[in-house]
T-cell receptor, first 114, second 119 residues
Framework: DAKTTQPTSMDCAEGRAANLPCNHSTISGNEYVYWYRQIHSQGPQYIIHGLKNNETNEMASLIITEDRKSSTLILPHATLRDTAVYYCIVRVAWSGGSNYKLTFGKGTLLTVNP | GAVVSQHPSWVICKSGTSVKIECRSLDFQATTMFWYRQFPKQSLMLMATSNEGSKATYEQGVEKDKFLINHASLTLSTLTVTSAHPEDSSFYIC???????????????FGQGTRLTVV
C-alpha cells in the first residue's frame, strides 16, 4: 500500500474549518484514500473514504486532487470534540482475499482551541 | 456506522496470568477481524488478521503462541494474552470489516479498545 505523509500537528480555532492535508504521491490507480481519527484513549473512528471524486458526509468532506497525489480532509466547523489524531491511509479495494489491512502512520494531531 | 464492541474496557492482571479480550460486531457480520496494539504516544500496530473459521495470520514479530486469537463466529473474535508480563501492558484494539459483495469496498470499524495493565 502507498505511504502517506501528514503534518505532525495542527491547530484550529473552534467554529472554523479545519483542513488536514495528506500527501500520497505513490498512490496507485486502484487505491482508495481513507481517513480515520482517534480521540485520546479510544478506538479509531471511520470518517470518510474516496477514490478520485470528492466526497462529503455528515462528518467531513474529502477533496482529492486530480492527479490523486494528495488530498485534504475538511471539517467545516470544528468543535472542541474534534480534537484527535487524524490518520490518512491509502489502500487497495477489497479483492475478496484476506489481505485487507489498514496500516496506520503517525497521523496529525489536530487541536481545536476555544 | 456499524458498532464493534470490546470487552473489557480495561483490565489489570498479575504477571504470569492470562487475559482474554472479546471483540464483537453487534449489527453486522464480520468475516475478517483485526487486532492492533498501541503503546503510549505511538500509532496502532497491527498484530494479526483473523478470518472466521480459519487460523489467524500474524504480523512479523508477533508471537502466535503468546497472543492466541480465536474467530469462531461471524460476530466474535477473542484475543488471549497468555502468561502476561508488564511489557505486554498496552492498549489493544480490535477492528471488524463488514462482509460485502465481491468487489465491494466496505470500511472497517473499530472497538473502543482495552487497556491492559500487567502488574
Amino acid at each position: 500500500d502507498a505511504k502517506t505523509t501528514q503534518p505532525t500537528s495542527m491547530d484550529c480555532a473552534e467554529g472554523r474549518a479545519a483542513n488536514l492535508p495528506c500527501n500520497h504521491s505513490t498512490i496507485s490507480g486502484n487505491e482508495y484514500v481513507y481517513w480515520y481519527r482517534q480521540i485520546h484513549s479510544q478506538g479509531p473512528q471511520y470518517i470518510i473514504h474516496g477514490l478520485k471524486n470528492n466526497e462529503t458526509n455528515e462528518m467531513a468532506s474529502l477533496i482529492i486532487t486530480e492527479d490523486r497525489k494528495s488530498s485534504t480532509l475538511i471539517l467545516p466547523h470544528a468543535t472542541l470534540r474534534d480534537t484527535a489524531v487524524y490518520y490518512c491511509i491509502v489502500r487497495v479495494a477489497w479483492s475478496g482475499g484476506s489481505n485487507y489491512k489498514l496500516t496506520f502512520g503517525k497521523g496529525t494531531l489536530l487541536t481545536v482551541n476555544p | 456506522g456499524a458498532v464493534v464492541s470490546q470487552h473489557p474496557s480495561w483490565v489489570i492482571c498479575k504477571s504470569g496470568t492470562s487475559v482474554k479480550i472479546e471483540c464483537r460486531s453487534l449489527d453486522f457480520q464480520a468475516t475478517t477481524m483485526f487486532w492492533y496494539r498501541q503503546f503510549p504516544k505511538q500509532s496502532l500496530m497491527l498484530m494479526a488478521t483473523s478470518n472466521e473459521g480459519s487460523k489467524a495470520t500474524y504480523e512479523q514479530g508477533v508471537e502466535k503462541d503468546k497472543f492466541l486469537i480465536n474467530h469462531a463466529s461471524l460476530t466474535l473474535s477473542t484475543l488471549t494474552v497468555t502468561s502476561a508480563h508488564p511489557e505486554d501492558s498496552s492498549f489493544y484494539i480490535c477492528s471488524a470489516r463488514e462482509r460485502g459483495a465481491m468487489g465491494q469496498n466496505t470500511e472497517a470499524f473499530f472497538g473502543q479498545g482495552t487497556r491492559l495493565t500487567v502488574v
